[in-house]
């Protein structure tokens, strides 16, 4: 027996070296509740403490009264309240920690192995052994693996700058929208008051005998179109209003009282030839889809250096020590693994193909990429001289309406004929309104294409400087 607490004594500080090697990290439960989660989301606003310690940390100017919100507030209360967000910030985090497990060295194996001889008397009866076993082409493995995690955090951090401007650019549609149905909500009322007007005089002549019967059912079809009209802008308007607080990432119901403003809707800028060049040229080499493919083809070319490497003789050793009955041994043993029946050539032929697929879609991706960006300009000129045609009627249309009331004051014309006049320049009011938005959804367009913002407030700024995530 004592030889036995010997052997005992021996291997008890290996195995307390494993389990203290083994018990470094710890497991904390954290089981999702959505109880919990659908009340923080029903509680969240956009005065949030963080909200506006990020705003003030940006230098960039809260919302006066806590009512005034711009696009730059409302675009840094979405990066920090969105859900969209958080979770590619989490999907980027998790990446990150691949590279962990790609520098880390393979574990060797370790094995134990002992005998008792009940026949020995005279000499030790115990025979205990430790033996091991790696890959002596862990080094090398390792480096390929660091810097396949490396292009798979490119592909990451590509996704996530791509989640960053998903998220402004639903914003600034929602916040356009918003505004625009709100401006045609108004001018809408107002074309149902001047056509009920031109409605009750129109019946008062048919009454009177002056007019036939035709003129009032004409008025009452204008008047029914245009009030069907003004229900619809209404639905449209409610309808901004949760679509705008779904790209902010809070309730309805948080935007209630709140004015918020869509600066420089009025003046969609032209985009100066030098500039857009520029910006072109950055988007057709980096555009964040565009480097997420060229990371996924360079994981594919080293995914093929790995496979190629594989074609050679795969060495393990294995160092050893035997305790023989009162003898102390050092052993090597070792192994390969030979190449007999394959050459690893179908993993080769496979890592060729994806890597030519990834360079072919890469080259898709630019394709795709040149063409969104010229389209997307030939479209935002078109709708900028629409805009100015539709401008240059508008005035016309004021212009006749103000010298038919002047008439009217010089008992030169009849009250129909003015509001006729009126309701015909609200008419082209509205159809600037319409040219405008066009305009500013073109731009729009041609941001997204050019992946940056081209007029507003946070024209300039970096999105990915706008989180506090460290990525």
């Not at 959505?34 to 003030?56: C, G, N, T, Y």
């Not at 305009?439 to 700024?461: F, N």
Request: glycine residues 4%.
């Amino acid at each position: 027996m004592p030889r036995f607490r010997a052997a005992r004594s021996r291997c008890t500080p290996f195995l307390s070296a494993l389990l203290c090697i083994a018990g470094c990290a710890h497991y904390t439960p954290k089981p999702l509740e959505p109880a919990k989660s659908l009340q923080a989301l029903q509680a969240r606003r956009l005065d949030d403490p963080a909200v506006l310690e990020r705003l003030r940390a940006l230098n960039i100017s809260e919302p006066s009264d806590d009512k005034h919100w711009g696009r730059t507030q409302l675009l840094i209360a979405a990066l920090h309240l969105n859900p969209k967000i958080a979770e590619a910030r989490a999907v980027l985090a998790q990446s990150v920690a691949a590279g962990t497990t790609a520098r880390e060295l393979e574990n060797p194996a370790v094995s134990l192995s002992s005998e008792y001889d009940l026949t020995r008397a005279a000499e030790s009866p115990w025979l205990w052994g430790l033996a091991t076993s790696f890959l002596t082409d862990t080094f090398a493995s390792r480096g390929v693996r660091i810097d396949l995690a490396a292009t798979q955090t490119r592909a990451a951090r590509a996704d996530f700058e791509e989640a960053l401007w998903t998220v402004r650019k639903d914003l600034r549609s929602a916040l356009l929208a918003l505004e625009i149905d709100t401006r045609r909500v108004a001018l809408l009322e107002e074309d149902v008051r001047t056509r009920e007007q031109l409605h009750r005089l129109a019946d008062a002549r048919v009454q009177a005998g002056a007019s036939p019967r035709a003129e009032t059912l004409q008025s009452e079809l204008e008047l029914s179109r245009s009030r069907a009209a003004l229900d619809d802008a209404r639905s449209q308007l409610a309808d901004g209003r949760s679509r705008l607080a779904g790209a902010l990432g809070v309730p309805a119901a948080a935007l209630t009282g709140l004015e918020l403003q869509f600066e420089e809707l009025d003046a969609p800028p032209p985009i100066e030839s030098d500039r857009f060049s520029a910006l072109r040229e950055q988007a057709l080499l980096a555009r964040a889809d565009l480097a997420k493919a060229i990371a996924d083809y360079d994981a594919r070319e080293l995914d093929l250096k790995q496979q190629m490497g594989a074609r050679y003789l795969q060495f393990s050793a294995g160092p050893g020590y035997v305790y023989d009955h009162g003898i102390r041994k050092l052993t090597l043993g070792a192994s390969v693994l030979l190449p007999v029946f394959n050459q690893n050539q179908g993993p080769i032929a496979e890592a060729f193909a994806a890597r030519e697929s990834a360079g072919r879609h890469a080259e898709a991706v630019q394709a795709a990429v040149f063409t969104e960006i010229d389209a997307a300009r030939q479209a935002y000129d078109a709708a900028l001289s629409a805009l100015i045609r539709a401008r240059a009627q508008r005035q016309t249309s004021e212009s006749l309406a103000r010298a038919a009331r002047r008439a009217l004051e010089l008992d030169a014309t009849d009250r129909p004929s003015v509001l006729a006049a009126e309701s015909s320049a609200n008419t082209d009011r509205i159809v600037e309104l319409d040219a405008l938005d066009r305009a500013q959804q073109a731009l729009g367009a041609l941001e997204d294409a050019l992946r940056t913002p081209l007029s507003g407030p946070e024209r300039g700024l970096v999105l990915q400087n706008l989180t506090t995530a460290d990525h």
